[in-house]
């Protein structure tokens, strides 16, 4: 179970998500990470790690690992599938390009056996070499159809050359005459309109020039003649044109039918490819934003060791500034963290970075921490954060958040996670506080895992004096009056707002 409903959004893995599609090559490459969501299974949360890790190991270490774009054979292999359809020239351009695609996919990874799980995943692959080779006998790489395609199109193509050249030689000759008549411009020169070659004559001479009109000037002082000389083999070159066409499909036609029979192994092609594009995204993102393959906890330790909210980081990093990596740990013996502090010291931004890192984690996404981290699956997430006052619904702050947490106490058991911002908050802070510390109490009974922010001293001691709890403290320069955004555990954390009131004046 995620609480509430729109924890990826409040989250902003949704922002992390779309920078990952960002680097997809494929539109079906990107409705796959649209389509990896949080999982509850251990062996499907390393299945999707252990991919996007030997990828990114893949990108890091070897020059040969195929960088290119991929292109998205999904339509294509629709068509294909569909009997009395052929293939266009731009379709078997994509069919190519796709398909060398994965080629270079398979050869990579058939000849380096250290990438046990992607070479695991792309057995059964077909590889279609003869088909990418069939291509290139038919094509350019502009998409057009070789003259060679056939014996039929060659002699059609060199016939109509013949006659477009004996169309400009009598074009030429009978505009030359036209010229030295008066009837057209000295400058006048050959053009086309409507698909046929013609001369430009003035008006008042366009009775003296024996032809069709097909076009006049805007200004109506030019009129386009096709003269009669070379309307039959005008008429002759759009026959030819014709039989051309119908080469070009028969031939097309005969290149579809004769893969059809394999439309299904290429339509598993395309899937893989739109799966192996989506994981090369999570490897780039990775390399970018510090990404790893943490390891799965199967002994109940949540372990971030310089975990990094990867927007924030992102965010410092244009201001040319340093994130303070997170470390935290929890236990099944100490399994909520208290954490307490000054205002804008860090304690929200450690409970996002966790609930953040975990979703992303149990969703197959690189998690921005060391490598040693240790993170457990959970069976759900709960969190309360901001303010969700509604005007709507009649809701208070505080009264959305007992809303929160009455989801909390109704669902959150020995297999969840729940992470509360400013426990207790946005009420009487006597009767607010004593409210949180009886919730505190029942979350712990649960054996739910759990990070609390607050500035309540009941809570502290609360967690100072009980077992499955622990305080943690946001680290303040008394001296210099400015947090350091460090957390440290085992001490609960002052507000310290006498002093920082004296600094403000």
Aim: one cysteine or more; charged letters at 25%.
């Amino acid at each position: 179970m995620i609480y509430p409903r729109n924890y990826e959004q409040k989250i902003g893995c949704d922002r992390v998500r779309n920078q990952i599609a960002d680097l997809c090559s494929t539109e079906s490459g990107r409705e796959r990470l649209a389509g990896e969501q949080f999982s509850t299974s251990a062996r499907e949360i390393e299945r999707r790690l252990g991919l996007f890790d030997e990828v990114r190991t893949a990108m890091m270490l070897d020059n040969e690992f195929p960088m290119g774009e991929f292109t998205d054979m999904t339509e294509v292999s629709k068509k294909l599938a569909v009997e009395g359809t052929f293939l266009e020239t731009d379709e078997l351009i994509a069919l190519h390009d796709g398909l060398e695609g994965v080629c270079a996919i398979l050869k990579f990874f058939s000849t380096r056996e250290q990438y046990v799980l992607m070479r695991r995943f792309s057995s059964g692959i077909a590889s279609f070499a003869d088909i990418v080779n069939h291509i290139d006998t038919i094509v350019d790489r502009f998409g057009n159809v070789k003259d060679s395609a056939s014996a039929e199109l060659y002699t059609v193509r060199k016939a109509i050359q013949s006659r477009e050249g004996q169309v400009a030689k009598r074009l030429q000759s009978v505009l030359a005459q036209a010229i030295s008549a008066g009837y057209a411009e000295p400058d006048a020169a050959v053009s086309i309109r409507d698909g046929r070659a013609v001369i430009p004559v003035s008006a008042s001479n366009k009775r003296k020039v024996n032809g069709f009109i097909h076009d006049q000037s805007a200004t109506g002082k030019t009129y386009y003649i096709e003269p009669v000389e070379i309307v039959e083999i005008n008429n002759e070159i759009k026959e030819l044109e014709y039989a051309e066409r119908r080469e070009v499909i028969r031939i097309l036609t005969e290149f579809t039918e004769s893969i059809r029979e394999r439309s299904d192994e290429i339509a598993q092609a395309g899937e893989y490819m739109a799966s192996v594009d989506m994981i090369r995204a999570k490897a780039r993102w990775a390399v970018e934003n510090g990404g790893v393959k943490p390891i799965l906890s199967d002994d109940g330790r949540l372990v971030l060791r310089s975990a990094r909210h990867p927007l924030l980081s992102q965010t410092l990093r244009r201001d040319n500034k340093e994130i303070v990596p997170l470390d935290m740990t929890l236990t099944p013996t100490e399994r909520i963290l208290v954490i307490s502090g000054p205002n804008a010291g860090g304690k929200s931004v450690c409970l996002k970075t966790l609930g953040l890192l975990q979703y992303m984690f149990q969703c197959g996404l690189p998690v921005p921490a060391l490598e040693n981290s240790e993170m457990p699956v959970f069976k759900s997430i709960f969190i309360d954060i901001g303010d969700e006052q509604s005007i709507d619904n009649d809701l208070s702050t505080y009264s959305s958040h007992l809303l929160n947490m009455k989801q909390m106490l109704a669902h959150a058991a020995e297999e969840s996670l729940i992470l509360i911002d400013e426990f207790g908050s946005g009420t009487e802070p006597v009767m607010g506080a004593a409210i949180a510390e009886a919730m505190l109490e029942r979350f712990v009974e649960s054996g739910t895992y759990g990070v609390i922010t607050t500035h309540y001293s009941n809570i502290k001691y609360f967690a100072g004096s009980h077992e499955g709890v622990q305080n943690g403290a946001m680290m303040f320069d008394v001296q210099n009056i400015m947090p350091l955004f460090r957390l440290e555990s085992g001490m609960p954390g002052s507000s310290f707002a006498v002093e920082i009131a004296r600094k403000i004046g």
